[in-house]
């Protein structure tokens, strides 16, 4: 029997491709188990789908001063202590890991145990909890050309991100009778994440009489964050996330507009949808959004629009523009050499479970 430890958390970026690899991981004849935080996100997700959950402490590690920042390293140093006794006890042939803080001690455990260690890195410049990681690594995977400059040679492997099976496999006109809509107009699709982004949802709202006269508008807007004003609304729908529907939605949506996490825009690219990126400012983040957006830009994929010039006007004329050429957005798209990623990623592991 082959065995195989997943681990990473902290938000669902960090263990959606995990479970995009599971039913390779079955195939392969892998027995699977997972080493999470004892209160993250991955907990549910994983226990869902019957895969061992082994929970370990964390801490997070901050570059600004928190009181928490004296008690996190003896977490972390727990978290690794009971990480070594988990796998001295699973015995895995490899690890695979997808980031986040509670990756940091599992990985420490993999090298002190001698265990073949292949890490993900989602975004174009790599998290702190990727970085303190590399040392053990066997490979790190990556998803942007421009990331391997930041990741040593040997181990570097542009690769894509695993994408979910199930999102390939939506229906248009299974969405369009879902939500009430049809062909007359195109579909518009408008999400920020999985939390919702607060920007985004007040511009579609200030520009909704407009857009609804040329489009329909499907709209996530984040847990909490649905206006009650506007349901019912004939050719919008609103909705505070989507989970099994989505396939359908991306299905029949003729552009996405969304934030520019690393997950996201990559199903957008698997699923060959034109989209307009706004991603999140700096002042709001490390920079990442911008980064990968700049990317997807520069590639050919995405039409980018930042927040801070994100206006009724601007929105409009940016969705005629990407309508106008989605053809060529779509034959760009097609053509990406990281769309594979998950047979990729299941290969690698194979090679350096082996060893």
Known sequence: MKRIVLTGGGTAGHVSPNIALIPGL?????????????EGIERTMIEKLGIPYYPIPTGKLRRYFDIKNFSDPIRVMKGGIEARGILRKLRPNIIFSKGGFVSVP???AARLERIPLIIHESDMTPGLANKLSFSAATKICCNFPETMDYLPAKKAELTGLPIRKELLSGSAQGGLSRFGF????????????????????????????ELLKRYQVLHICGKGKTDESLNGKPGYIQLEFAEEELPDIFAMSDVVISRAGANTIYEIL?????????PLPAQSSRGDQLLNASSFESQGYSFVLEQENLTNINLLNSIEHVLKNSE????KM???SQLDATERILKLIEENALK
């Open 26 to 38: 079955k195939d392969l004849g892998y027995e699977i188990s997972y080493i999470g935080s004892i």
């Open 106 to 108: 599992v990985s420490r």
């Open 182 to 209: 049809d062909k007359s107009k195109p579909v518009i699709m408008i999400t920020g994440g999985s939390s919702g982004a607060v920007a985004i949802n007040n511009v579609i709202r200030g520009v909704l009489p």
């Open 270 to 278: 698997a699923l060959n949808k034109p989209n307009i990126l706004i």
């Open 328 to 331: 060529r957005y779509i034959k």
């Open 334 to 336: 097609a053509a990406s």
